[in-house]
């Protein structure tokens, strides 16, 4: 359970009064995430998720509260954070910086088919372009920077093939970020980090899954966007056993977000590359999460090996979107 910081119902109590939220009756862990401490809180005025960020700073944290509230106000489905009297949405618990945000309905799409990968695709060509006009900037911070910080910190626990490959598509990466088609690719405030368990669905009386909602926008940034359509490609159009790519599953997906903001032809292009960048930002920090882990009071890190598939499995088979269709 991704308990890192113990919250004490009266200091949450007295947080929800002080939004307005009423009396809280009810506070429970939340055991799935690896990242903040997080509880559902049940108040009087409704249901909300309690958050004690770990690792981001009162300085980094207005970047993403505010980038929901400027989305939710635009209509894009995500957790609106919740103010005070004055205005402000970042709290302080136990000593941390700490939000109280709205509670999504539904549950996850644990097996997703080409409908719920069309609609997290169109939604998420509709949460770019919401973006556009947003007005704080924050680089994507496990971006390449990031990726140079932490090879060396995981380079101890490799073997000589992991070793290899983190050195090989280190520089493979840092040519393509070098060249003049990366630099043209369209940009803005993107999720970065849009899995199955990081969106959420809820089944109407028809039977059809409908999409409630994107949220935990912590890792967001300012990136290009065809980076956030393969972090979302490399999770929801994959066969998680293999990291072999669904392509139905991939071109629906692609194909309802170009519906919404059409593609470019570089970031066609460079789609096997951005493939490849996706699923080595994840492997990173696998293997930082595995090998120099925070404490916690009991946390389950991701399997990196799956990463590691994944990236192997970009490398062997390139994919461009309408490659299959043509
Ligand atoms: N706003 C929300 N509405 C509904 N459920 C939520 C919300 N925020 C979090 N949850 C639930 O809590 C779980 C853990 O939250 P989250 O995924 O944000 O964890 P994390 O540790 O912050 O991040 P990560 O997924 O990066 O490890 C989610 O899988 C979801 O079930
Ligand atoms: N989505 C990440 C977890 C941290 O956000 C992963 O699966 O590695």
Not at 58 to 83: D, G, I, N, S, T
Not at 114 to 128: P, S
Not at 184 to 206: C, K, Q, S, Y
Request: charged share 25%; with cysteine.
């Amino acid at each position: 359970m991704a308990v890192f910081t113990e919250v004490h119902f009266d200091e949450a109590a007295a947080l929800a009064a002080r939004l307005g939220l009423g009396r809280l009756l009810t506070l429970k862990p939340i055991s799935a995430g690896i990242e903040n401490t997080n509880y559902f809180a049940s108040c009087e005025r409704g249901e909300y998720v309690l958050t004690v960020f770990e690792r981001l700073t009162a300085e980094q944290l207005p970047f993403y509260l505010h980038l929901m509230k400027h989305l939710a106000q635009r209509a894009v489905p995500v957790p609106e954070p919740q103010a005070d009297a004055s205005g402000e949405i970042l709290h302080n618990l136990a000593g941390k910086p700490a939000a109280i945000v709205d509670r999504l309905r539904g549950g996850h799409a644990r097996a997703p088919d080409v409908d719920h990968c069309e609609q997290v695709g169109a939604m998420l060509a509709r949460m770019h372009l919401a973006g556009l006009d947003y007005p704080r900037h924050q680089p994507n911070l496990r971006g390449l920077p990031w990726w140079d910080e932490t090879v060396p910190l995981v380079h101890p626990f490799l073997s000589e093939a992991e070793r290899t490959l983190v050195d090989t598509e280190q520089a493979y990466q840092h040519e393509l970020a070098r060249g003049a088609a990366h630099a043209r690719l369209p940009r803005g405030p993107i999720h970065a980090d849009l899995f199955r368990d990081n969106v959420m669905f809820e089944t109407g009386a028809d039977g059809r899954d409908r999409l409630s909602g994107f949220f935990d926008f912590y890792f967001a940034g300012v990136d290009s966007f065809g980076f956030d359509i393969a972090v979302c490609l490399n999770d929801w159009c994959i066969d998680l056993a293999t990291g072999r790519l669904d392509e139905a599953r991939a071109e629906g997906f692609v194909a309802a977000y170009d519906a919404v903001r059409p593609l470019s032809g570089d970031e066609r292009r460079l789609m096997p590359a951005l493939l490849r960048a996706a699923a080595f930002r994840f492997w990173l920090s696998r293997l930082w999460d595995l090998h120099l882990p925070r404490d916690a009071a009991l946390l389950t890190p991701h399997d990196p090996r799956h990463f590691e598939r994944v990236l192997r499995e970009r490398i062997a088979r390139p994919w461009h979107p309408g490659a299959s269709l043509a």
